[in-house]
């Protein structure tokens, strides 16, 4: 449909304008990243890029819904209630955590409130299917199942923000591709968020890619991991293609595999799973060797072949 172009360019040209705005607020208010042990950056840089994503998106999603309105199209309102309530929660956190600092165990305990919300409004994984067993329902468990998806692809794609471009290019990766399986499985709701959150990221790339003039803060990297998880909920998982249970796993391969990596490491050395290391997928190939734009190239060409492949298996059913 037509009304995808003009969102993806609302989402994308809001961004590239809000996000020296939100520099220029972020230094301002001492929202800024110092160098350290544990950074690979040598200068200080603001960090609320999420605040330009988000102008971004919400502007292209507000678009949409009216233009599919318009259309006799779109999703069930109480299900898009419930993600942009959930997201904006979950952005205002990352800007508290941004501006002031906040514990491991109060930001978990606010993710899984804001994905509560989504769940609450019917966005829930109620059966799974796969090629072997044919449709497998959840009943009652896929409530759980949901929150852990949300929380972890929260935390997933902050956990890999940690090199210029990195986490906001696996994003649009990512929610590139899952726009075309939302197409694929007719949820044109899931494909609007998806679209609008790939335009807003692409736009943040214009000043987040090495060398970055701006971070995107845990505002950011949790917006981006928070709404992938609850559109794929509705794109893929809600759905009865054969390969649904794979298709959001192999898109999402790269931050799945950092975080399950992560936290089987720390909890092996006998450390809690939210202590921060240097021992994530891009700190390992900037150790071997890697510059910083090559680790970044290199982990795109994964994202970008694992969802080459995701697409291939969806469009084959």
Same mark, same amino acid.
């Given at each position: 449909?037509?009304?995808?172009? !003009?969102?993806?360019?609302?989402?994308?040209?809001?961004?590239?304008?809000?996000?020296?705005?939100?520099? $220029?607020?972020?230094?301002?208010?001492?929202?800024?990243?110092?160098?350290?042990?544990?950074? =690979?950056?040598? $200068?200080?840089?603001?960090?609320?890029?999420?605040?330009?994503?988000?102008?971004?998106?919400?502007?292209?999603?507000?678009?949409?819904?009216?233009?599919? $309105?318009?259309?006799?199209?779109?999703?069930? *309102?109480?299900?898009? /209630?419930?993600?942009?309530?959930?997201?904006? #929660?979950?952005?205002?956190?990352?800007?508290?955590?941004?501006?002031?600092?906040?514990? *491991?165990?109060?930001?978990?305990?606010? &993710?899984?409130?804001?994905?509560?919300?989504?769940?609450? %409004?019917?966005?829930?994984?109620?059966?799974?299917?796969?090629?072997?067993?044919?449709?497998?329902?959840?009943? /009652?468990?896929?409530? *759980?199942?949901?929150?852990?998806?949300?929380?972890?692809?929260?935390?997933?794609?902050?956990?890999?923000?940690?090199?210029?471009?990195?986490?906001?290019?696996?994003?649009?990766?990512?929610?590139?591709?899952?726009?075309? =399986?939302?197409?694929?499985?007719?949820?044109?709701?899931?494909?609007?968020?998806?679209?609008?959150?790939?335009?807003?990221?692409?736009?943040?790339?214009?000043?987040?890619?090495?060398?970055?003039?701006?971070? /995107?803060?845990? %505002?950011?990297?949790?917006?981006?991991?928070?709404?992938?998880?609850?559109?794929?909920?509705?794109? =893929?998982? $809600?759905?009865? #293609?054969? =390969?649904?249970?794979?298709? !959001?796993?192999?898109?999402?391969?790269? !931050?799945?595999?950092?975080?399950?990596?992560?936290?089987?490491?720390?909890?092996?050395?006998?450390?809690? !799973?939210?202590?921060?290391?240097?021992?994530?997928?891009?700190?390992?190939?900037?150790?071997?060797?890697?510059? &910083?734009?090559?680790?970044? #190239?290199?982990?795109?060409?994964?994202?970008?072949?694992? %969802?080459?492949?995701? #697409?291939?298996?969806?469009? %084959?059913?």
């Amino acid at each position: 449909m037509l009304i995808f172009i !003009p969102a993806f360019l609302i989402a994308l040209f809001v961004t590239i304008l809000a996000t020296p705005i939100v520099s $220029k607020i972020a230094v301002r208010f001492g929202a800024v990243d110092n160098p350290g042990e544990r950074k =690979v950056h040598t $200068k200080i840089v603001p960090r609320l890029g999420g605040a330009a994503i988000y102008a971004g998106f919400i502007c292209s999603l507000i678009f949409g819904i009216i233009f599919l $309105k318009l259309l006799g199209r779109g999703m069930e *309102p109480l299900h898009l /209630l419930g993600i942009i309530i959930g997201g904006t #929660l979950i952005f205002l956190v990352g800007i508290f955590d941004d501006l002031t600092g906040l514990k *491991p165990i109060t930001k978990l305990i606010w &993710q899984f409130i804001a994905a509560g919300f989504v769940v609450f %409004s019917g966005v829930t994984i109620g059966f799974i299917s796969n090629p072997f067993n044919g449709m497998l329902t959840l009943g /009652l468990v896929g409530i *759980p199942l949901t929150l852990i998806w949300i929380v972890g692809m929260t935390n997933a794609i902050n956990l890999i923000d940690g090199l210029d471009g990195l986490a906001a290019g696996v994003t649009a990766i990512s929610s590139g591709t899952l726009f075309f =399986v939302a197409l694929r499985t007719h949820q044109i709701g899931a494909a609007l968020i998806m679209l609008s959150l790939c335009g807003a990221a692409l736009g943040f790339l214009r000043y987040n890619f090495f060398p970055a003039k701006i971070f /995107l803060g845990d %505002s950011g990297s949790y917006l981006l991991g928070f709404l992938l998880a609850s559109a794929s909920v509705i794109g =893929v998982f $809600k759905t009865t #293609l054969v =390969v649904a249970l794979i298709i !959001p796993i192999m898109i999402l391969g790269v !931050p799945i595999f950092d975080t399950m990596f992560a936290i089987t490491r720390r909890l092996g050395e006998g450390r809690s !799973p939210f202590a921060a290391d240097k021992k994530h997928i891009h700190h390992m190939l900037l150790r071997a060797g890697f510059t &910083q734009r090559e680790a970044v #190239l290199a982990i795109y060409i994964a994202c970008f072949l694992l %969802s080459i492949g995701a #697409l291939l298996m969806a469009l %084959s059913k």
